[in-house]
């Protein structure tokens, strides 16, 4: 079957500009999972869905990032005012409830430049 | 929060066993060890879960002492399609995603 689906699959934007990310998860899968991963570097949580609503936006390193989830289907995560070190690689993942660690899906990600 | 540790990197031979240890001094009751595995430009993909003892699936083993601190992912025979970033992941039921800390990962480089 279909896996998570993210677009664009690159963007390049202007420091300054706002930007949306999008996340297709795998159908059924109730658990949304964002993450950035900077050149190089590790993974970074950013926000967590459980069905639409948002548990945990802890991870989230700025007012400047939002996100949000309708459906229970699709996610968009938006970057208003970007910075360059916002420059990134976006990762989505999904997960179906077991009620243990959820075995994440993830996206191929989208690659972020602002220049 | 269960921080996680892991080598930096590891270079191993075609053919032989490589093992990469997660250190995970804080892990609390209910959190499960996840291994995924990443390639340049993909997303990290799902290798082995465990939770106590000793895991076996087709493609690795996951060992995990009595007190939980630490794991080890074993990979059998490795080739070189077997290069890859690896990640350590510490994590508690649904709900808990906060918790969910990926290591730094540990690059593999698997020669001829």
């Known amino acids: 079957g279909a896996g998570v689906s993210q677009s664009p699959s690159n963007k390049v934007t202007e420091k300054g500009k706002d930007v949306e990310l999008r996340c297709d998860p795998i159908?059924?899968?109730?658990?949304l999972y964002w993450y950035r991963q900077r050149l190089g570097q590790g993974l970074e949580f950013l926000i967590y869905f459980q069905g639409n609503s948002a548990p945990d936006k802890s991870g989230l390193p700025s007012d400047r990032f939002s996100a949000e989830r309708t459906g229970e289907s699709v996610s968009t995560l938006t970057i208003q005012r970007t910075q360059q070190e916002d420059s990134a690689v976006y990762l989505c993942?999904?997960?179906?409830?077991?009620?243990?660690?959820?075995?994440?899906?993830f996206g191929p990600g989208t690659r972020l430049t602002v220049l | 929060l269960a921080k996680t540790t892991q080598p930096i990197s590891m270079d191993s031979y075609e053919g032989q066993e490589v093992n990469i240890t997660c250190s995970h001094n804080n892990i609390a009751t209910n959190d499960y060890i996840t291994w995924y595995q990443q390639f340049p430009s993909q997303g990290p993909r799902f290798i082995i879960q465990?939770?106590?003892t000793k895991v076996t699936n087709e493609v690795a083993s996951l060992f995990i002492p009595a007190d939980r601190k630490s794991s080890t992912l074993s990979l059998p025979r490795v080739s070189l399609s077997d290069t890859a970033v690896y990640y350590c992941l510490v994590g508690g039921p649904t709900g808990t995603a906060s918790k969910l800390t990926f290591g730094t990962g540990t690059r593999l480089q698997v020669t001829l």
């Open positions: 159908s059924g899968h109730t658990a």
């Open positions: 465990g939770y106590k």
């Open positions: 993942a999904s997960s179906i409830q077991t009620g243990r660690t959820d075995t994440q899906y």
